[in-house]
């Protein structure tokens, strides 16, 4: 059972445009929602984090909404730039510590 | 200060042999999660320590053990290796105490099972 779901799987868009990466999950246990950000090769890097306290929360050009009722939270990049071409993970997590990812979005961002 | 690291960056084994991976925790830390990440997969929690203890497991085998030291450094040992344990292992450590759950990551030992 997942008990965090991802979608798309993969991504395509061009620069400067928005990229919109969607995740669900199922324990309302989880306290802290945070996105990581994979290259090739490398382990996950946290980009931007949320609390369920709050409806949205901004970073430069990285935002998460979230909504608490249905469960589902969403994280956009304004701007897209070829850099940011990466895999990104949505995760939930409960007072353990313990991270529970999704499967991941791999996005390009052409130019 | 420190980040996580890990050692070594990769490693090759065969079938039926044992392993150890090494893992530093960020300077200030004393929680160790590791992980296991199969290509194109998001990462798995094996188990995780904390004050030298076994603090939660998620859906592993008993030959994917573990160890924590007084200064919070982790070893995973997987015994008996299998094709199947070919993967990214990473292990992420976080102060328990904070008021937050960020856990910093570390670059991960890139494990082939032949």
């Known amino acids: 059972q997942q008990q965090v779901k991802q979608s798309p799987q993969s991504l395509i868009v061009q620069k400067g445009g928005i990229s919109i990466i969607n995740c669900a999950y199922e324990n309302t246990a989880f306290d802290y929602f945070p996105w990581y950000q994979q290259f090739p090769g490398k382990g996950p890097a946290l980009l931007i984090a949320?609390?369920?306290?709050?409806s949205e929360k901004k970073e430069g050009r990285f935002t998460i909404s979230f909504n608490k009722s249905a469960k589902q939270f969403s994280l956009h990049i304004m701007d897209s730039q070829p850099g940011d071409s990466a895999t990104y993970f949505c995760?939930?997590?409960?007072?353990?510590?313990?991270?529970?990812f999704g499967p991941g979005t791999s996005l390009s961002v052409i130019p | 200060e420190t980040g996580v690291t890990q050692s070594p960056t990769h490693l090759i084994k065969t079938r039926g042999q044992q392993v150890t991976l090494r893992c530093s925790s960020q300077?200030?830390?004393?929680?160790v999660s590791w992980y296991q990440q199969a290509l194109g997969q998001g990462p798995q929690f094996i188990f995780q320590y904390y004050r030298e203890e076994e603090n939660g497991r998620g859906n592993f085998p008993p030959r994917f053990s573990g160890l924590q030291f007084p200064n919070y450094s982790s070893e995973l040992n997987v015994n008996a290796l299998e094709l199947d344990d070919s993967a990214l292992y990473l292990c992420?450590?976080?102060?328990?105490?904070?008021?937050?759950?960020?856990?910093?990551f570390g670059p991960g030992t890139r494990l082939t099972v032949l």
């Open positions: 995760a939930a997590c409960g007072m353990d510590d313990k991270v529970i």
């Open positions: 992420a450590s976080t102060a328990r105490e904070s008021s937050y759950n960020e856990q910093f």
């Open positions: 300077s200030g830390h004393n929680t």
């Open positions: 949320i609390r369920p306290d709050v």
